[in-house]
């Protein structure tokens, strides 16, 4: 009796230690993929569906950058074709210059031609007047306005030549002439002034415009830069993680149950769903890779299905997240998880409904809630395809 105790014993210690060792060599075995995936956590950022946004982005920007710079050409054109205009009129303006030079000298040679004509005949008027005795009966005249006056007056004329008519005549006709002159100098002088005034302004509005565009360009050039930047970057973590996924999976020993839970048990609400959207903090439209819960601080967390923790930490705009591997290719993602609010580490095992984290608004996030994701072999899916709230 003694002896067979004592080999019930001994039975029982190798079923303990054979135990304990196959628990080492699973727990040595899912240790194992959690470093390999942790190898690689710095360098995941961003999804396929992000790189998909940028090439929209970079063609929308090149074609906007096209567009600009066509219109940049057709302003140099229309700037080319206002210098020549511009020419011209300069040329126009010496020609009405020289021109508006000649009409002072025609101006002022007028003028003295005309004194000199109203000299002569007031001079022939005088004699005149004179010899018929009848200056002071002028003078008469012209300080009163009686009929009698007037009479003498128009026999007064009547004693004028004919010579002296055309005299009066033509110092009429040179006077009308003179003020014919000016009226034409003055017309040119403004119509010089408006064409130049018009010719700056043209200038003036096109190379403002040119300038818009000369800074609109640059702008786009950078953007466009900063855009292919970010999708080269992108390009490469996405091949990263889908990498790290595969090595991940044929390393892992979980299969896919294909079930899940609901990850927020407490709220069902959903603040946004998966795919295009315009983005609440970037303002821009963007894919978005998920479903974002509505939570309130600290709220739980729990496990949408079995699997291990592959990552728990801090990743750029998710900020403070969780991502899970189901087996099968299938993995989640739970993100804007708060301050100290992770729960569970790298290389464990998690069951279905377990809470692994508390809600936050880590990360690009504008308030507490959960942005939910489900992959399939590295690439996102639509969450509600797998889970209803």
């Known amino acids: 009796m003694h002896r067979r105790h004592i ?76 210098g020549i205009q511009k020419a011209e009129i300069e040329q126009q303006i010496q020609l009405i210059e020289s021109a508006i030079t000649s009409l002072d000298e025609a101006i002022a040679l007028a003028e003295e031609e005309c ?14 007047y004179k010899k018929t005795n009848t200056v002071s009966k002028l003078e008469e005249l012209f300080k009163s306005n009686t ?22 005549k033509s110092v009429r006709d040179k006077k009308e002439e003179i003020e014919q002159l000016k009226e034409q100098r003055q017309y040119e002088i403004d119509n010089c002034v408006e064409q130049a005034k018009l010719c700056a302004q043209q ?3 096109l190379e403002v415009s040119r300038a818009s565009l000369e800074s609109a360009i640059k702008k786009d050039q950078q953007t466009k830069q900063q855009y292919e930047k ?27 149950g294909g079930k899940m839970v609901w990850p927020m048990p407490t709220n069902k609400s959903i603040a946004s769903k998966y795919g295009n ?5 970037h303002k821009v439209w963007k894919m978005h890779t998920g479903v974002d819960i509505g939570a309130k601080w600290n709220e739980a967390i729990v496990a949408a299905a079995d699997g291990i923790v592959i990552y728990a930490g801090t990743r750029g705009g998710y900020g403070n997240c ?24 790298n290389g464990q095992f998690v069951s279905a409904g377990q809470t692994i984290a ?23 899916q639509d969450p509600l395809d797998y889970v209803r709230p």
């Open 358 to 380: 508390k809600a936050g608004s880590t990360g690009v996030s504008t308030g507490p809630h959960l942005h939910f994701e489900v992959r399939k072999n590295g690439a996102t």
């Open 203 to 205: 200038i003036q509005d």
């Open 230 to 256: 970010e999708q080269d970057y992108l390009i490469k973590q996405s091949q990263e993680i889908e990498q790290l996924i595969k090595n991940m999976q044929s390393q892992g020993n979980l299969k896919w």
């Open 7 to 82: 080999g019930n014993l001994q039975m029982i210690k190798r079923i303990t230690y054979i135990s304990i060792v196959c628990l080492l060599m699973i727990i040595m075995a899912t240790q194992s993929i959690a470093e390999n995936i942790s190898k690689y956590k710095q360098q995941l950022n961003e999804t396929q569906s992000d790189i998909s946004y940028y090439k929209k982005q970079i063609k929308k920007t090149t074609d906007d950058l096209n567009w600009r710079k066509y219109q940049r050409e057709q302003i140099i054109k229309e700037l080319e074709q206002i």
């Open 147 to 168: 009929w009698n006056e007037l009479f003498i007056r128009i026999r007064l004329m009547n004693q004028v030549s004919e010579y002296d008519k055309m005299l009066l």
């Open 115 to 128: 004194e000199h004509q109203e000299a002569l005949l007031k001079e022939r008027l005088r004699i005149m």
């Open 322 to 345: 969780i991502i899970l591997d189901h087996g099968s290719g299938i993995t989640t993602l739970y993100a804007h998880i708060n301050n100290r609010g992770i729960l569970v580490k």
């Open 277 to 281: 959207r315009l983005h609440p903090i």
